[in-house]
């Protein structure tokens, strides 16, 4: 059988009882697909500045909470440490 789109020769794919037909030149499967989405808004780049703002105003705020966990934390991140509860490095060996 021949490619309706392209007129190249169709290749069957066959999954147990089931049977597909596609097209490797042009990518023609006969399956009718809706690709149109659901049709939402684009988010305007103001609207993602606010979301971006508001999210980092969200982080600030738990930094403000405990700065040193965050602080330490981070340092802990960076030099592959962890602070003991006496607050003393550890690089995890005893």
Do not use: K, Q
């Not at 600030?60 to 003393?88: F, H, K, L, Y």
């Amino acid at each position: 059988m021949d490619c309706p789109d392209c007129g190249s020769r169709l290749s069957a794919y066959v999954l147990g009882d089931r049977e597909a037909l596609a097209c490797e030149r042009c990518a023609w499967t006969g399956i009718e697909a809706d690709h149109r989405g659901e049709g939402s808004t684009a988010e305007s780049w103001d609207e993602a500045l606010d979301r971006f703002h508001a999210r980092r105003d969200v982080d600030e705020a738990a930094d403000d909470a405990d700065p040193g966990a965050v602080a330490s934390s981070d340092r802990e991140r960076r030099n592959g440490t962890s602070a003991d509860p006496d607050g003393r490095a550890s690089d995890g060996e005893s």
